[in-house]
């Protein structure tokens, strides 16, 4: 079945760094891939969608210019954290739609720690 | 705004009895509606999902009901077991429109042995 491989799963860095974060269709095209983030025990929140070959289309309140996405292939989707702060310590993963039965194929996500 | 809703954070059920989740969305224009299971720093297992023009969808122990004129829809699992213990989001989509997938908020879901 579809796959979506994502990278780091886990990764510690300090405040004012920057971190980037790719998800990699292995098995299908994803001309489309959506981004969230998961803070502890409350839902997955959607923060934009990357689209092959054009701009990353934000959710209200998502703040573009520190949450930069780029989808530079079929098959890869980057987001990398700007600036990193505490507060930006979250869970992030990715997901792109798939052909599949079930619709939406999940990266393994990556938990971020900015210390 | 939450356009989907999961009004028990948690339910707590007994091996063997039923579970049901509910969910409750605001948006007219979901037509595809999905279940999934996550545990901690993993990425969501899907469990059913139903399209719209069904009320109904069964797949082995689970079964998803929609009612699409009070916007709700529920995942029964039966029988429980303790390894169905673990957070359940429901999540819909638009469709062809923007394909987005919105979740709900989420519930625990407890098995006792």
């Known amino acids: 079945g579809a796959v979506v491989s994502q990278h780091p799963s886990r990764v510690i860095c300090k405040s004012g760094t920057s971190v980037k974060i790719e998800c990699r269709s292995l098995d299908f095209q994803a001309t489309t891939m959506f981004w969230y983030r998961q803070f502890p025990k409350q839902s997955l929140m959607l923060m934009a969608t990357s689209n092959e070959g054009s701009k990353a289309t934000y959710e209200q309140g998502v703040e573009k210019d520190k949450f930069l996405i780029n989808h530079a292939s079929l098959t890869l989707s980057t987001l990398t954290v700007t600036s990193a702060h505490p507060e930006d310590s979250s869970f992030y993963i990715c997901?792109?739609?798939?052909?599949?039965?079930?619709?939406?194929?999940f990266g393994s996500g990556t938990r971020l720690t900015v210390v | 705004d939450q356009q989907v809703k999961q009004n028990s954070p948690s339910l707590s059920v007994q091996e063997g009895r039923i579970s049901i989740l509910n969910c409750d969305y605001t948006n007219s224009m979901f037509d595809y509606f999905l279940w999934y299971k996550k545990y901690p720093a993993e990425g969501p297992t899907f469990l059913i999902s139903?399209?719209?023009?069904?009320d109904k969808n069964e797949d082995g122990r689970f079964t998803v009901f929609l009612n699409k004129s009070a916007k709700h829809l529920s995942l029964h699992i039966v029988p429980s077991q303790p390894g169905d213990s673990a957070v359940y989001f429901c999540?819909?989509?638009?469709?062809?429109?923007?394909?987005?997938?919105?979740f709900g908020t989420g519930t625990l879901l407890a098995v006792q042995p």
């Open positions: 997901s792109a739609p798939d052909s599949s039965n079930y619709g939406y194929t």
């Open positions: 139903i399209s719209s023009i069904k």
């Open positions: 999540a819909a989509s638009d469709g062809g429109a923007t394909n987005k997938l919105i």
